[in-house]
């Protein structure tokens, strides 16, 4: 009975259409991947009901690491998958980071046109222990990412374009897991 009672309380939740389930607006949040995996400490499925999201990053040390010959795969710092959570290797748009040449470069990176077509571009770089902010903002046939003074833009297909976005997580990847554990702080704007 509990497990049904939970089940309609996630369907009504899932239908409600213009609330979000994100409450942690401009609190500073670590998120830690542990050494071994992919994913990083985080609530799943919550979402947010707009078209620009903004936040805050900042890491620390531990964004260093060498996986050798996978050393220029992207990992996710953060973004959004358009509509649903399943749409994340469909139609999303997420922030991207890799230690590269002795830096720590970030990139617009996004799933534009339903096939699992995806781009990247770089946006610039970040020092360790820098605070910096972003912003994605999904237009009909577009993301927007702005990053410290430069905007770059990604043409996505007008098919598919929600208001709700499924918050995306830090993620390290690519193939190979964390070789560490990598903790990235991030703060979401309203």
Request: proline residues 3%; glycine residues 8%.
């Amino acid at each position: 009975m509990r497990a049904v009672s939970l089940t309609v309380f996630i369907c009504v939740l899932l239908t409600l259409p213009s609330c979000s389930v994100y409450s942690d607006f401009g609190e500073e949040i670590a998120y830690t991947i542990r050494e071994g995996n992919h994913y990083s400490t985080h609530d799943f499925f919550t979402y947010v009901d707009t078209d620009t999201m903004r936040f805050a990053f900042r890491f620390d040390e531990s964004a260093r690491y060498d996986i050798g010959s996978e050393q220029s795969d992207i990992n996710k710092l953060f973004g959004f998958a358009e509509g649903s959570a399943d749409h994340i290797h469909t139609y999303s748009g997420r922030f991207g980071w890799r230690w590269f040449n002795d830096s720590l470069e970030i990139l617009a990176y996004a799933y534009t046109d339903g096939s699992g077509t995806r781009e990247s571009v770089l946006l610039g770089t970040v020092e360790v222990g820098e605070t910096a902010e972003g912003s994605i903002e999904s237009k009909e046939d577009r993301y927007i990412f702005r990053y410290k003074g430069k905007e770059e833009e990604i043409l996505k297909s007008p098919a598919y374009h929600a208001k709700r976005k499924y918050l995306s997580y830090p993620y390290f990847g690519g193939n190979v897991p964390a070789p560490h554990d990598v903790t990235v702080w991030v703060t979401l704007f309203e």
